[in-house]
């Protein structure tokens, strides 16, 4: 979250992290671009007015290099903001008067329309390797340091799911839509059931995960580099 309002970012900050993410703030144009540009976000939250740089030249610096879904705020919900905004690439705005029900939602819907939009720009994916396992979809076989693992045709799609979007976090509504179609008797939190013995399979210790990491109130990631790691 880039808004030089620190009151408003540690209110957004403790309302969001109990409900899965993890919040990093920023209180100035340049900062909150440097931040923007080294990390791996999911979304940003953009004020429209900072110091040291305004939000519409942070997101036209962001557009650069990044796709990440921006939601921006604007002070008055200003029409001629909220379109200019809109044209160099904002995926949505909301008013400063926002309630943090509305934030929730509109932030949702712009990871979700981000993540569906990857998933189908990469639906031409056969092979996937991240560090040591290795997930190829025409052959259906998956191999862990060269070693042919025995999967359901379940844990396989989940795997091949969570492989082609590495390091970000997947919903249990995402993983079953991505599996949907295939006659299997999925469900909710079945998905967990399937995930486990996925894990053991691996070898992963859920505490400690190399491969699936549990997101809190939010879902699964298989994840590149296990924490310690390079």
Known sequence: MIDDDVKLCRLVKDYLEPMGYEVETAH???SGLEKVVAGSFQAVI???MLPGMDGFEVLRQI?????????MLTALGDESDRIVGLEIGADDYLPKTFST????????????R???S???????IEEITVNSLHVNASARRATLNGQTLTLTPVEFDLLFCLARAADRVLSRDQLLDEISGRNYEVFDRSIDVHI???RRKLGDDPKTPRFIKTVRSAGYMLIRHAEGET
């Open 28 to 30: 100035t144009g340049p």
């Open 114 to 116: 981000s993540q569906i």
């Open 46 to 48: 953009l004020d429209v």
């Open 101 to 112: 029900r509305e934030l929730l939602a509109r932030l949702r819907a712009v990871i979700r």
């Open 196 to 198: 486990s013995s996925l």
């Open 118 to 124: 990857a998933a189908q720009s990469s639906t031409d």
């Open 63 to 71: 557009r650069r290099t990044s796709v990440v879904p921006v939601l």
